[in-house]
């Protein structure tokens, strides 16, 4: 525990984006159980049904409506300690070795993504399989495991081949442990937590999907910051466009060649690093997608 905290702290001086989603899960699971604690204290017995009502992912699509907020907020809710400290180590993990070849903003995206694409999927099982017919009104879901997962699978992906050490068992691929994570969550559907297992697999698929595109020239992250860019009223960038238009001299002709010729250049390093690995690449290639990353 000690050699994970240290790592934990490292990380949250290195990578700011990392220590937001962490500190938001924590806060989130400290908020709420302080105020179920005085909720028990005062006899007030409606502070579970609302973090249920309010924070909750229903199934029950005419609920999802009028709170469509829950597909993102159940991914920072935790029923209780353990199911936050083991969501919390695994994200951990995910992401010391998701930031070894991505950056910040691509892991916000990844976990924000991954989770919402967990909880469709969630949404449309539970309304589709006839076996949740009698349970869909009332069911719901939390956690950010598909949120983990996403990220996992999604490193997983990336860099099979990548060893990790175990105390006692030795050092084992990613993609053994990302198919292992998959098959244990596929066979654990069950009816005690069916929601929860279904929704890890949707967060996985997204992962999968995500560094499929990624390695064909399309970052799902660019489009969901340019998305989030529409809400950030601090930026000025009318001010920094012309700014930039009239220092400019090229035309929108030579722009659009320079970014084909760095996605050329990025496919090719990405191709080399799924055929042989990160190790294979030169000096500039290195240089080259950590620049692009950026």
Request: hydrophobic letters at 45%; zero cysteines; proline letters at 3%.
């Amino acid at each position: 525990m000690n050699t994970i905290w240290n790592d934990i702290k490292s990380n949250l001086k290195k990578e700011g984006n990392f220590t937001k989603l962490l500190y938001i899960n924590i806060a989130i699971f400290l908020l709420f159980k302080t105020i179920t604690v005085f909720g028990f204290l005062f006899n007030i017995n409606d502070t579970n049904n609302f973090i249920e009502s309010y924070l909750i992912l229903p199934s029950n699509l005419s609920d999802l409506v009028k709170k469509p907020w829950t597909i993102i907020t159940y991914m920072f809710v935790h029923k209780d300690f353990f199911h936050l400290l083991f969501n919390m180590v695994w994200f951990h993990l995910g992401s010391k070795l998701f930031l070894q070849y991505f950056n910040g903003k691509q892991l916000i995206s990844t976990y924000i993504l991954g989770g919402i694409f967990g909880g469709l999927i969630y949404i449309i099982a539970f309304n589709s399989f006839p076996v949740f017919s009698n349970v869909v009104l009332n069911a719901k879901v939390m956690g950010a495991s598909a949120s983990v997962l996403a990220i996992f699978i999604a490193i997983a992906s990336y860099t099979p081949n990548t060893h990790i050490s175990f105390p006692f068992i030795g050092n084992i691929k990613l993609k053994h442990i990302a198919i292992t994570l998959v098959v244990l969550d596929f066979l654990s559907i069950s009816p005690e937590n069916p929601g929860g297992h279904i929704s890890h697999l949707g967060g996985a698929l997204f992962g999968y999907v995500y560094i499929l595109l990624l390695k064909k020239g399309t970052d799902l992250s660019i489009n969901f910051h340019n998305l989030l860019s529409y809400f950030n009223f601090s930026k000025k960038p009318n001010l920094t466009r012309v700014h930039k238009k009239r220092r400019s001299r090229k035309t929108d002709d030579d722009y659009r060649n320079e970014k084909v010729n760095r996605q050329e250049k990025i496919n090719f390093i990405l191709e080399k690093i799924s055929k042989s690995g990160y190790d294979s690449l030169t000096k500039e290639e290195k240089e080259l997608l950590f620049k692009e990353s950026k």
